[in-house]
């Protein structure tokens, strides 16, 4: 096993775009839209130049929120992702890397800014929701900070962050973990190229597999 995980009980998994390879699937959503308010498509460099957290930012930078309900944004977003999501799946290595670490006793958990009944949805649609102890998503599609989540996930379990790898693909999955006192390890496949992960300092992996050896 990857010595990133050597002596690592537990291990928080973002979902959106470590997990789930959905960045197609987003890219797609936003551009449709774009395209139906007669504005340009978006390419994937410049769409990893907008991603922020909170999500809202990133609405900002390509809608005219002074003139359209932020609200009825998300819920256009959020029906166009999930018929695109069709099109995509699972990051490539997952299934092995998640059975793996069951087999190893090791606890897994997602926490995500996605809304909870829709992340319980998606996560039973790619039949993976056994590999984890707990699931966690947001209250809203407001896609916030899991900070707090994460936090009341290690006291609610009494688990100690030292023992814990928080494994994402935003700079803000790092921000968290180390605000928490875990480590953390970032996937460049996911919502932010690999030049901004390596900016924060943590481990960056390219491939899911990268974690069993």
């Known amino acids: 096993m990857n010595k990133l995980l050597n002596g690592k009980t537990h291990v928080i998994w973002d979902w959106n775009g470590t997990l789930l390879d959905d960045v197609g699937a987003a890219l797609m959503t936003v551009n449709n839209m774009l395209l139906a308010r007669g ?10 130049s907008y991603i922020d957290i909170p999500i809202k930012r990133f609405y900002e930078r ?3 929120l002074e003139r359209e309900d932020y609200d009825s944004i998300l819920r256009e977003y959020n029906a166009g992702y999930q018929n695109n999501l069709s099109k995509f799946g699972l990051t490539k290595g997952v299934t092995s890397v998640l059975e793996h670490l069951k087999n190893s006793g090791v606890s897994q958990a997602v926490v995500s800014s996605s809304e909870s009944e829709q992340l319980k949805r998606n996560i039973r649609k790619f039949a993976v929701e056994h590999y984890f ?7 809203d599609f407001l896609a916030g900070s899991k900070l707090d989540r994460a936090g009341k996930y290690l006291s609610e379990f009494q688990i100690e962050p030292s023992k814990v790898l928080l494994i994402g693909d935003l700079t803000h999955d790092c921000e968290i973990a180390y605000e928490l006192g875990m480590e953390c390890v970032l996937i460049s ?4 190229s690999e030049e901004m992960l390596r900016r924060s300092g943590a481990p960056v992996i390219s491939a ?6």
């Not at 390419?43 to 990893?48: C, I, N, T, V």
């Not at 102890?133 to 209250?139: E, H, L, P, Q, R």
Request: proline share 0%.
């Open 39 to 48: 504005m340009r498509a978006i390419d994937l460099k410049e769409y990893y």
């Open 62 to 64: 390509i809608f005219d």
């Open 133 to 139: 102890d707990v699931i966690i998503g947001s209250d």
């Open 189 to 192: 496949s996911g919502h932010q």
């Open 208 to 213: 899911m597999e990268e974690l069993l050896y």
